[in-house]
């Protein structure tokens, strides 16, 4: 294989890796089947699994992004919250609107 063939198998193969989880997952999922339907020859198996490696590893990539935006959102909000004056029983009783006289 020249490098020339090699970088142009490498290049294809990233313009092919899914955006988003639901992508790659679907793919992933495309994957697994064809493997477990049955006859392909030994290069095949090799290619597919491969690429369903490729793929569990964008999922898996992906996962862990969104599992890191969502830490940071609940400390951003945990943070946010301790900033919050927290309203104490006395705070009520010279409330003129209270109207439960």
């Known amino acids: 294989m020249s490098p020339r063939q090699s970088r ?3 290049e294809s193969k990233a313009d092919r ?3 988003s989880f ?3 997952f679907t793919s992933l999922e495309e994957t697994v089947r064809k493997l477990e339907a049955g006859p392909l020859t ?3 198996s090799t290619r597919l699994f491969e ?3 490729g793929l569990a590893k964008r999922c898996n990539e992906l ?3 969104t599992e890191l ?3 940071r959102l ?4 945990a943070e946010q919250m301790r900033f919050v004056p927290e309203e104490s029983p006395e705070d009520f009783e010279d409330d003129p609107d209270d109207v439960d006289d």
């Open 8 to 10: 142009q198998d490498t």
């Open 69 to 71: 935006r969502v830490t």
């Open 42 to 44: 030994l290069d095949e």
């Open 74 to 77: 609940q400390t951003a909000f």
């Open 17 to 19: 890796e899914p955006a």
């Open 22 to 24: 639901e992508d790659a």
């Open 63 to 65: 996962l862990s992004a």
């Open 51 to 53: 690429d369903g490696m």
